[in-house]
């Protein structure tokens, strides 16, 4: 009887070793496919421009200048693009206003194709919260006469309060410039790449 005991414990300790055996050479291969692959983005990229704006989105400017939402020529992509100038670099500036402030812990980043029409053009954008608080911001130098996509990182705001507004400013001239397809991107769900291990007894 204890013979017997003896080796179905050595059949179970054998089977458990096995499945422990196969699941670690599976992880391992998993880990490595992984590892080549880029972080995990949530895929519902929210929209702020692209031949219109969003309906949550608007436009406000302080200073001397201009802005056409549906300019043609040049255009990234679709219909139209914006068409940007402020033509007071000290005073002049647009915002890009959310109509509902938004959770300044949950975007990855911001990110946007721009064109230049002037050597040596350059602006600020700047992502702001509801009292006004520059919370990133980015010197852009314009390309001229094509288009550069442009990345901001959202992903360490500081802030109490909610992120409301992205800001164009502190253009080094009143040439106009040319914005096109404007979108957040959101953080990657919070566990999103978990691994859970089976439990054996």
Do not use: C
């Not at 699941?23 to 519902?44: E, G, K």
């Not at 009143?174 to 790449?193: H, R, S, V």
Request: avoid cysteine; hydrophobic fraction near 40%; charged fraction near 15%.
């Amino acid at each position: 009887m204890t013979v017997r005991t003896t080796q179905q414990r050595l059949k179970h300790t054998a089977a458990y070793l096995t499945i422990a055996l196969l699941f670690f050479l599976f992880l391992n291969a998993y880990l490595a496919s992984a590892a080549q692959q880029p972080p995990t983005v949530a895929n519902n990229t929210i929209t702020i421009y692209d031949d219109q704006f969003g309906t949550n989105w608007s436009t406000s400017m302080w200073g001397d200048g201009f802005i056409d939402d549906s300019a043609r020529n040049p255009v990234f992509s679709g219909q139209h693009a914006l068409q940007i100038r402020l033509d007071d670099p000290r005073l002049t500036a647009l915002r890009i206003l959310a109509s509902e402030n938004l959770d300044p812990n949950a975007y990855q980043s911001i990110s946007f194709y721009i064109y230049g029409t002037e050597m040596g053009q350059t602006v600020d954008f700047e992502a702001w919260d509801s009292v006004s608080i520059t919370l990133e911001s980015q010197t852009i130098s314009l390309p001229t006469n094509e288009w550069m996509r442009v990345e901001m990182p959202l992903n360490q705001l500081e802030t109490e309060w909610e992120l409301q507004a992205f800001v164009f400013r502190n253009a080094s001239s009143a040439t106009p410039f040319y914005i096109d397809q404007i979108e957040l991107t959101p953080k990657a769900p919070i566990g999103a790449n978990k691994i859970y291990l089976p439990f054996i007894q």
